[in-house]
């Protein structure tokens, strides 16, 4: 059964930071484009970032949103099976459930310009709320 696990949301002042996970169960994830996604209510599903599959790669691909560029950094864990989101320096207009998700490693854009569409498998999202 393929599944994929969002944990670490919560609260946070701030300027703090939080760190998610995204373990993945029934598939290998390395073999996958991961992308992070958030919706915040009333908003679309926006792509946060991205980071290609391992498959033959030495170095993997990395796509950040220009709202967080410089504060969030995603990195794989092929032991883990896992892929996380390092988010520093978070902001009140950070807040949204975050999503994780899987993608083929050859569909177009799906680390470059990451879009909900292009991904299959999806997590069951994670509340982050960063607040005073």
């Known amino acids: 059964q393929v599944q994929l696990v969002e944990s670490g949301g919560g609260l946070v002042q701030p300027g703090g930071s939080l760190r998610l996970s995204c373990a993945a169960s029934?598939?290998?994830?390395?073999?996958?484009?991961v992308g992070w996604f958030r919706q915040a209510p009333g908003k679309e599903r926006e792509g946060v970032s991205a980071?290609?599959?391992?498959?033959?790669?030495?170095?993997?691909?990395?796509y950040y949103a220009d709202s967080v560029k410089g504060r969030f950094a995603i990195f794989s864990d092929k032991a883990k099976n896992s892929v996380y989101l390092q988010m520093n320096g978070l902001k009140p207009e950070d807040t949204a459930v975050y999503y994780c998700?899987?993608?083929?490693?050859?569909?177009?854009?799906?680390?470059?310009?990451?879009?909900?569409?292009?991904?299959?498998?999806w997590g069951q999202g994670i509340q982050v709320t960063v607040s005073s």
């Open positions: 998700a899987a993608a083929p490693p050859r569909r177009p854009g799906v680390v470059e310009n990451p879009t909900a569409l292009a991904y299959d498998y």
């Open positions: 029934g598939f290998v994830l390395d073999f996958y484009a």
């Open positions: 980071i290609s599959s391992g498959d033959e790669r030495t170095t993997y691909e990395t």
